[in-house]
């Protein structure tokens, strides 16, 4: 598959919310403890249906070009086939942070 066509969903977690998108990069970032995220897709404005979740997110991100999400933030990352619907869900349960270790300095 090539590069352009990948598709990922990638969930994290905001402000107790989580949110699942739809991307088409997904990088370590630059800045240590960073994940990111590059060409959101968000469904297709002919539908008759819309959804109020994918609205906000649509808002949220329209000028955005990359956005850098902590590592521990990040719930999941999926290679998918299809895009599905992005959306703003509670975070309920435990929804622990993957414990980092620091940077080691040599010397």
Sequence with gaps: ???????????FVNQDQVYEVYVRHVYPSDMWGF????????????????????EKLKQEFADVNACYVPM???IRIDDVKTEGVAR????????MAFPLAPPRRDG
């Design 35 to 54: 994940i990111q995220l590059e060409g959101f897709v968000f469904g297709s404005r002919s539908e008759v249906l819309v959804d109020p979740g994918e």
């Design 1 to 11: 598959m090539a590069d352009e066509e990948r598709l990922y969903r990638v969930s």
């Design 88 to 95: 703003i869900s509670e975070a309920r349960g435990n929804v």
């Design 72 to 74: 521990q933030a990040i």
